[in-house]
């Protein structure tokens, strides 16, 4: 009895270290089935390194490779079933695996164009035909095989589930797809650059530049500078032809030298370069002189001397290059013509002009042509004494030597942005400073087509019409859109003292007589239209006793004007101001002058009588300077700015 007791205990300790050693599996996975030369990965859930892996027959089916993580590789040797079995502890599992043998060899020729056609065959009977890249070749059900794009792919034979049979398919084409690489290479260093179309040819422009491996398409930067390289391809069906990629090779051990002016005034420009491209400037003191990144345009800010750096990045770190450049003082007026547009940028002429007490007139007492640079032309004017001065700007022909009409672009303006020069900014200058920044905003002219016409003429004479007037020759004339304000056109009158404007779109205009001293009354309220595309009679008369501009009427001739108005001038005055008025009924006046802080310095009253008049206001009490002058009645209402200078 015990030593049955015994036994059933050892029973059972050994099938407790049986069930202990046995492994936790379901089947195995993966496909089952191949194809001969075909290798295919089984699996098993346990991951223990010591299970073994056996086929039942090797030469159907073996399994090679190591043994990791329960998995296992089945390679097709023939055509047959061999069982494959996975064995751990002792236990194990099975699966049949099934390895298929392919079609017979498929033969026949295949195409070398687009749009070519050739046909396959196939021994074994049954199968379908298909192919690896629709793209670039098609089959038909009958083993017909089209070129469709240069490339190259399979076309496959199947029978059945099994496995297929496969011919290689190359059709010929030239580059017709981008290069794909960089863009940039360093000196001494390669590149690789690929194209979609195979089996051309790769070339450099400039091999002292880089060179390229014709097959393989490597490039290899040789120097600094920038060149093409080439892939081409010349096949007999699809001909010739190749694409191109700019490369840059990258040698910057060096940032150049910069050229330029050593010195610039306060407020001056002056243009630096580099020989090396690419980089960037800097300023080491930007309060004596500041320097566009991009461009090296420096600009004096005030006197003294600065370091201007000009980096370049490369293969070989950042580079730079220095140069001083000093900055003088400056003594005069001086700023920037600015166009609106690079279209309209062109050389220009600027006047410098200033009042003469002996005259009482404004005068021009230099000009100058200065050469466009960009969006922005410099000038200056030095050697002055304490005055006050208007400057004015015009596009200019240097080869003409004539003033440009800028019609779509720019017209003749004063300082900062005006038509006329009653409306110029006045420019105080004291002897020895440096008024820079006096900047000329070049303002826009409209252009315009259509029927339209307006003209009329300009005489010389005291308050009558033209036909007791001289003839005014050259007297230069704009035409205002009277809804925008925009000059539509200018023109001068001519021998006769004629003028006209012509291909007007209709609309409402007022014309403008400018002529510096002259106070204008515009000729305003000139409405073209269908029914009255023009007007011929739109006349002025010039008062070389008043120093006015007016317009008449010259059907009737008179000085009516078509709208009430008032004229101060002369404007600068030394003293004496003169207010012409012209209304059609008897008014008052009331006269108002102030100074720039808004302090009224001088009031009266005029009596206006219907027609035309003169009053004066004497101001030589008043200390020179810039004052603004207020007339109102009934039907009037003017603004302007007045000049006094004893």
Known sequence: MKKLILTLFSLIAYVSSFAQLLPIYTSLGGPMSGCIGVTTRLSENDSSSAAVWTSSNTAVASVTGSVTEGTAVVTGISAGVAIITYTLSGSYVTASFTVSAAPAAITGTTPTCVGATASLADATTGGTWSSGNTGVATVAATGVVTGVHGGSTDILYTVGAGCPASIAVTIASIPDDSIFGAATVCAGSTTTLTDATTGGTWTSANTAIATVNASTGVVTGVSAGGTNITYSLTTACAGSGSNHHGITVD?????????????????????????????????????????????????????????????????????????????????????????????????????????????????????????????????????????????????????????????????????????????????????????????????????????????????????????????????????????????????????????????????????YPELINYATTPYTSITLSAATPSVSTAGFIEHTVSMTITPVNEAVNNVKPTVASVVAYPNPTSGILNILWNTATNETGNVSITDITGREVYKTTIQMNAGSGISQADLSGLTNGLYLISVKSASISYNNKIELQH
Not at 271 to 280: F, M, R, V
Not at 309 to 320: A, E, L, M
Not at 327 to 355: D, E, H, M, Q, R
Not at 464 to 479: D, I, M, Q
Request: contains cysteine.
């Open 251 to 511: 040698g910057a051990s060096s940032a150049g030298t910069i050229s330029g002016p050593p010195s610039i005034a306060v407020g001056a420009p002056g243009t630096l370069s580099d020989g090396i491209a690419g980089g960037t400037w800097s300023s080491s003191n930007t309060a004596i002189a500041t320097v566009s990144t991009l461009t090296g345009v420096a600009t004096g800010v005030a006197p003294g001397t600065t370091t201007i750096t000009y980096t370049v990045g490369g293969c070989t770190g950042t580079v730079s290059a220095t140069a001083n450049i000093t900055v003088t003082a400056f003594t005069g007026i001086s700023g920037y013509v600015n166009y609106p547009s690079a279209s309209c940028a062109a050389s220009v002429k600027v006047w410098l002009i200033t009042y003469n007490p002996s005259t009482l007139i404004l005068e021009a007492v230099d000009s100058g042509i200065f050469s466009t640079g960009g969006l922005s032309v410099y000038y200056q004017f030095t050697g002055l004494t304490t005055d006050s001065f208007r400057v004015k700007a015009a596009p200019w022909d240097a080869g003409a030597d004539t003033l440009v009409w800028g019609g779509g672009c720019t017209v003749p303006t004063y300082r900062t942005s005006a038509f006329y020069w009653h409306d110029a900014d006045v420019i105080y200058y004291t002897t020895g400073s440096a008024n820079i920044d006096q900047n000329i905003n070049m303002a826009t002219g409209a252009t315009t087509s259509g029927p339209g016409f307006i003209g009329g003429s300009v005489t010389s004479g005291a308050n009558r019409g033209a036909s007791t007037g001289a003839p005014v020759e050259g007297l230069l004339l704009f035409l205002q859109n009277a809804v925008t304000g925009d000059i539509v056109q200018q023109t001068y009158t001519d021998a006769s003292g004629n003028y006209s404007f012509s291909s007007l779109a209709y609309g409402t205009y007022f014309v």
